[in-house]
């Protein structure tokens, strides 16, 4: 008997193509073509509610997350993009009826058919004829259309509004600017009172110097106009005041003993360091508590003999013994 491998059950079988007629390939077959099936006919529907509208519903908004979905195709045997893309646009279900109406889909549906045995009255369902994409075409066509010229009026309705904001924020400065160049009314030659409005003299008005230029300056002219006082200028003290008042601001002002030192030095930084390092050590280890500050000399290593000079063991040994009996002897 030959063997026959069936792609759709993923199984190999010994009976030969007597397994497309098994009641289990049966069962995979209608459950896997009941799964193409749900998706062409919402794909032809989707096709028929565009051509009888306005077509508002054929585009929307490209979203990744939404219109990156693949159907797979049993006939073909491959996923296929469900929608389609125009620039920032998504044209749902355009994809897949593209798709269905190609004429590889066609082939390969019609070899599908005669490999698995499959109905051939259920094949029309999975295939769209070229009409009926036309008309899909077309009406895609006009929604796009009508898509551009609604975004188009958008923004020229936005760009009218903008020119709207910019033209009374200009009225609103140009009232501010004739607010203050008009003239103000002086009572006499010496004493000059200010209006009763908001206005004040353009000379306390105008930017005093330094770097906080949008505050006014003190008024000075508080002297009211019944009363006669002799000017005697602005009285101001060197190296004095304030930013307002046109002093030099306290972080540009010169110290006047460079060399102080502020925060701690390199040296302490780096032996806090070592300090931290050690923290993390274990406080029972061997040598915790040395002090590495002791004076120690160059012979505090104790002599062992003559195990790490030159020569033999046992002429050291020797050696020792000779030495310890001359000792001794001396003793």
Known sequence: ??????????????????????????????????????EVAAARAAAAAAGDGDGGGAVRRYDPAEHERRVWCLCCGRGVRRDGRRGGLALPQA????????????RETARFWRENRAEAALRERFLVPAEEYERFAR???????????????????????????????????QAALQLQT??????????CSPPAGPERDSSHDA????PSGMQPG???????SGQALTFIGHQETEGKGNVHTGAKPPWLAEEEDGSKQIGPSYEEFLKQKEKQKLKKLPAERVGANFDHTSQTS??????????WNHGR???SRHQFRTESGEKKKKR
Do not use: K
């Open 1 to 38: 008997m030959a063997v026959h491998y069936c792609g759709l059950c993923r199984r190999t079988s010994f009976t030969g193509r007597r397994h497309l007629y098994s009641a289990a390939h049966r069962r995979r077959l209608r459950e896997a073509l009941g799964r193409l099936q749900e």
């Open 95 to 106: 994809g897949l009826l593209q798709h269905l109406a190609g004429p590889e889909h066609r």
């Open 139 to 173: 009406a895609l066509e006009r929604a796009l259309a009508a898509h551009q010229r609604r975004e188009e009026e958008r923004i020229r309705q936005m760009a009218a509004g903008i020119r709207e904001a910019e033209r009374r924020q200009r009225e609103t400065v």
């Open 182 to 191: 008009e003239p103000e009314l002086c009572a006499g030659p010496s004493v």
């Open 207 to 210: 930017e005093q110097p330094g």
């Open 218 to 224: 003190p008024d000075l002219n508080w002297v009211e």
């Open 298 to 307: 160059d012979s505090w290593l104790p002599s062992f003999g003559r195990v």
């Open 313 to 315: 063991r046992w002429q």
